[in-house]
């Protein structure tokens, strides 16, 4: 359904990337308000945020006043969405200002808030910053942590704003959720994701993989990060960028992610293997590049892998710990569920059809997702990070206090 977003532009040189926001917000049908600061139109003009939103720009409270839009936008909008959000703009938000048209439409939003902030990694760890992100998440805004890397010039560190898909996704979820979304129910939780899928290697450049994307786990620890968890990823093989927040540990093999798994779970309320494990390795990886010349085709030899899930599931690495797994099936999927429900002995299953355009590499999916005790929740088709947050509803009920 079409909602009406405010996108809020702050001072910054990411200001280009909201760019690529907006068209992504405007080609799904929403209508967006396009609110720069004045510093932020020294970056990108007024002319660019019009043509590609279709709507007035302004800046100021003064412009259009008969329409009282320094009330009407916010009280309007079903999401306020704040990308870049500099160290002044979250200063003036956390003070609770209203000197320009961003800011008093923050102090009449009732709708969902969400900032993403941007800005070198000094100005983003100083104590006033810290303390006006504290007072904005305490008011029930979602502040998300900017990602790290690469900076304006040569400096690297935290305080880059996250990819325009990133922030997108984000977005759809707060509006598929509202308020709900905002609440950091998972907050003084640890949790570990896997993702992405694992390669067995034959030789120097040869593998035996899947076509796992690992955007599903990628979803799982956006959303467990905006619900205030500690994240930690283990990402098998995985081209998408790194959620902001989150720890990633990088594995190539299904041994490299038993070991990762293993030393991450030791104090993970949660441990969620979304990754698609080879349940196979090739018996021997040769050192030099096998050649086709002169050989018979041999029969490949093949040797099992561990089973993660099961053995995390036999051990309970930490009391009251939930274990959830995925199954991507192709046949009859409550029947094939149930039974590795049960051979996995894991606290839930993510159960999903695939094949055929399904789940791989799509932005959407489709699940049913199965309970030990008996209880099944169907999760009709959508984005990747509704069905996260349903898997981290159920979860949740499931933790200890
Ligand atoms: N899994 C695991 N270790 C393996 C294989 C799978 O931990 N060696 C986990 C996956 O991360 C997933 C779940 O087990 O959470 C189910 O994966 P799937 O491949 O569907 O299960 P298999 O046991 O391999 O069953 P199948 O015979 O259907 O391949």
Same mark, same amino acid.
Request: glycine fraction near 16%.
């Given at each position: 359904m079409p909602s009406s977003i405010v996108l809020g532009v702050g001072g !910054?040189? @990411?200001?280009?990337?909201a760019c690529e926001l907006l068209r992504r917000f405007t080609e799904d049908g929403h209508q967006v308000r396009v609110v720069p600061t004045g510093s932020a139109l020294r970056f990108v003009g007024e002319a660019t945020w019009a043509a590609l939103s279709g709507q007035p720009v302004t800046?100021?409270?003064? &412009? !259009?006043v008969h329409e009282v839009p320094h009330v009407r936008l916010g009280q309007r909008a079903d999401l306020v969405f704040v990308a870049p959000a500099t160290a002044d703009l979250l200063a003036r938000a956390a003070a609770g200002r209203a000197d320009d048209l961003l800011t008093a439409t923050l102090l009449t939003a009732r709708c969902p808030v969400v900032f993403a902030p941007a800005m070198h990694t000094e100005m983003w760890e100083h104590p006033a910053t810290q303390a006006n992100v504290a007072t904005l998440r305490a008011r029930g805004c979602l502040v998300l942590d900017p990602a790290a890397g690469r900076l304006t010039g040569a400096d690297s560190g935290p305080g880059r704003l996250p990819e325009p898909a990133e922030l997108y996704e984000t977005a759809l979820r707060v509006l598929a959720?509202? +308020? @709900?979304? %905002?609440? +950091? &129910? %998972?907050? !003084?939780r640890h949790v570990l994701i896997s993702a992405g899928g694992t390669r067995e290697e034959l030789d120097p450049v040869r593998f035996l993989g899947n076509w796992s994307s690992g955007r599903q786990g990628y979803a799982l620890a956006r959303t467990a990060a905006a619900r205030g968890a500690r994240v930690t990823l283990v990402s098998a093989n995985v081209e998408l960028a790194d959620p902001a927040g989150v720890r990633v540990v990088r594995v190539i093999s299904a041994r490299d992610l038993e070991a990762a798994v293993t030393s991450a779970a030791a104090d993970a309320d949660a441990v969620v293997m979304a990754a698609a494990v080879a349940d196979f390795r090739p018996e021997t990886r040769t050192d030099s590049k096998i050649k086709k010349a002169g050989l018979a085709p041999e029969p490949l030899r093949l040797v099992e892998n561990p089973d993660i899930l099961r053995g995390l599931s036999a051990r /309970? +690495? /930490? +009391?009251g710990q939930v274990i959830v797994g995925f199954a991507a099936e192709t046949g009859d999927l409550l029947r094939n569920g149930h039974a590795k429900l049960a051979a996995k002995g894991c606290d839930l299953l993510v159960v999903n059809q695939v094949g @055929? !355009? %399904?789940?791989?590499?799509?932005?959407d999916n489709e699940a049913v997702v199965l309970a030990s005790d008996g209880t099944e929740a169907k999760v009709p088709r959508g984005p990747k990070e509704v069905l996260a947050d349903v898997v981290w509803d159920l979860v949740a009920a499931r933790l200890p206090g």
């Open positions: !910054g040189i @990411a200001a280009y990337k800046t100021s409270v003064w &412009d !259009g959720r509202g +308020p @709900a979304a %905002l609440h +950091p &129910d %998972l907050a !003084g /309970r +690495p /930490r +009391p @055929a !355009g %399904l789940a791989f590499g799509t932005t």
